[in-house]
């Protein structure tokens, strides 16, 4: 699907200010919104919104449908009257350009529960209605949501497979007596969503309403121990005895990695899914385009073919290549849903198939500049190698930042930069990747903040392999200045992205 010529920036929403330890949906996502407009941008770029459990990773989350709670805004719980002036008022003293989340996590839930609490006593009759008819409307995904998170706060063992047998295989009478043992934890969780959901919901509308899309991010694989796979096992290859994968994800030894990358997810079983028109996937996408405008598909290539590795390997090395059944798979999903706003996130081992899959169906693909210095002039990520179906990036959260990439470059390639753009603007390299992505001929163009602003590896997202210690960096309020706005503006209607004031 082509898109107009446009133009965004990449920032999860916990890379916002406040004083609250992590950003959120409250008045700083607003004002964001605002530079945005400020900026001539038409689009913004998030990375997956569902809860995160170990590592923090927005890629490995609890649930493919649920909103992560600690994005809820507490200031706007306040305007509701679940929170108080004295709620707020003795916030610990969080670090202002990262997110403690060993910190944050159980300061943060308290003050949900504290919400949850008044809103039980305090809520209106409006309120109370709104709520049932959310639980009613999403109860075919947060009916599991909401008692899965329940049972991995109360059991033992956090791991679904590792659960009583009777909750393990889910038997009806003892999902009945956990439903009954556990119905104010259950109905905590619904809440969190029921809040989630219309504080991002308030969000989208305020910033479409400034012309401004937004780009969701859908990872293609499912973490083993969520909802998804604890109430859907049929639709993953899964050992039958144990629940834990038969077959788990990854990508092949390559030029950056001896033993490949071994991620640990299981795998889809395709055929079962084929067998249900792709019921569970069809349904995954029509609930995130409930929520977003258009979405990116993480890992696009393992819709024409996969990496499958053996249960009991250690390394990716031993895995197979199997194919899916990608042109069927969105054929359906094309005639259940309409038009299909995706981006296909094809970088990595990518082969002729999986480029003939995206160009049938005119998804557009990825370049990323910090790779277009790499090799010669015959390398796909320079600008006059590629066309108008793509989505350029200066570089995205996997990626160092602009300045921290050509700290570390090698000579040769910061040598190709400089000779490739002819000359250093006024305002530093950062801003002449900026220039070379909207100058670029791809309709979409996608600078991560932090190039905005010119910071170095500090302000990195996301280490690939890393296991610890990403997914924390943010800004400061002041930093977002008039100043960058009307550059960005000046720039975009140069090269003929912006809206015209």
Not at 224 to 235: I, K, T
Not at 394 to 412: F, M, Q, R, S, V
Request: hydrophobic fraction near 40%.
């Amino acid at each position: 699907m082509p898109f107009s010529r446009a133009s965004g920036i990449l920032l999860h929403p916990t890379s916002l200010p406040n004083r609250h330890g992590i950003g959120d949906l409250g008045l700083e996502a607003y004002q964001f919104v605002d530079f945005l407009a400020r900026g001539g941008q038409q689009l913004w770029q998030l990375l997956p919104l569902g809860p995160t459990g170990f590592g923090n990773s927005p890629y490995m989350s609890f649930s493919t449908m649920a909103g992560n709670p600690l994005l809820i805004s507490p200031d706007l719980l306040k305007e509701y009257g679940w929170l108080s002036d004295n709620d707020l008022r003795e916030i610990p003293d969080f670090p202002l350009d990262a997110v403690d989340f060993d910190r944050v996590i159980p300061w943060k839930m308290q003050l949900l529960r504290k919400a949850a609490q008044n809103f039980q006593s305090q809520a209106s009759d409006i309120q109370r209605k709104e709520f049932d008819g959310f639980c009613r409307g999403k109860a075919d995904w947060l009916d599991d949501y909401a008692l899965f998170t329940a049972l991995l706060e109360t059991q033992e063992n956090p791991v679904w497979t590792s659960w009583p047998l009777e909750l393990r295989d889910r038997k009806p009478e003892a999902l009945d007596q956990a439903r009954r043992k556990l119905a104010e934890e259950i109905a905590f969780h619904k809440l969190l969503q029921f809040v989630f959901y219309r504080q991002w919901g308030e969000l989208k509308s305020y910033a479409n309403a400034q012309k401004i899309r937004i780009i969701g991010d859908l990872p293609i694989y499912v973490a083993h121990n969520s909802a998804d796979v604890w109430a859907h096992p049929e639709v993953f290859k899964l050992d039958a005895e144990t629940g834990l994968p038969a077959e788990m994800a990854g990508v092949p030894p390559d030029y950056f990695s001896d033993t490949g990358q071994l991620w640990g997810n299981p795998v889809y079983d395709w055929e079962y899914l084929e067998s249900t028109h792709f019921a569970w996937w069809v349904r995954r996408l029509k609930e995130t385009l409930a929520h977003v405008d258009l979405v990116r598909l993480d890992h696009f290539r393992g819709f024409e073919s996969f990496w499958s590795v053996p249960a009991g390997e250690e390394t990716a090395v031993n895995g197979t290549w199997v194919k899916a059944p990608g042109y069927k798979f969105f054929e359906t999903v094309a005639r259940e849903l309409g038009s299909l706003p995706i981006l296909a996130e094809d970088l990595g081992d990518i082969d002729q198939p999986v480029l003939d899959l995206r160009d049938h169906f005119q998804f557009p693909g990825m370049k990323i500049l910090q790779f277009a210095f790499m090799f010669d002039s015959n390398n796909f990520h320079l600008p006059f190698n590629f066309d108008r179906n793509f989505v350029v990036y200066t570089g995205t959260h996997d990626n160092d930042t602009t300045l921290g990439w050509y700290e570390k470059a090698a000579d040769y390639e910061r040598d190709r930069f400089h000779q490739y753009l002819g000359c250093t603007g006024p305002h530093g390299i950062h801003w002449d990747m900026i220039r070379l992505a909207l100058s670029a001929i791809a309709d979409i163009a996608i600078i991560q903040l932090q190039d905005v602003f010119g910071l170095g590896s500090d302000a990195r997202m996301n280490i690939p392999g890393q296991a610890e210690g990403n997914w924390a960096w943010r800004f400061r309020q002041e930093a977002l200045t008039d100043e960058y706005g009307d550059r960005l503006r000046a720039m975009t209607q140069i090269y003929g992205r912006g809206i015209n004031p």
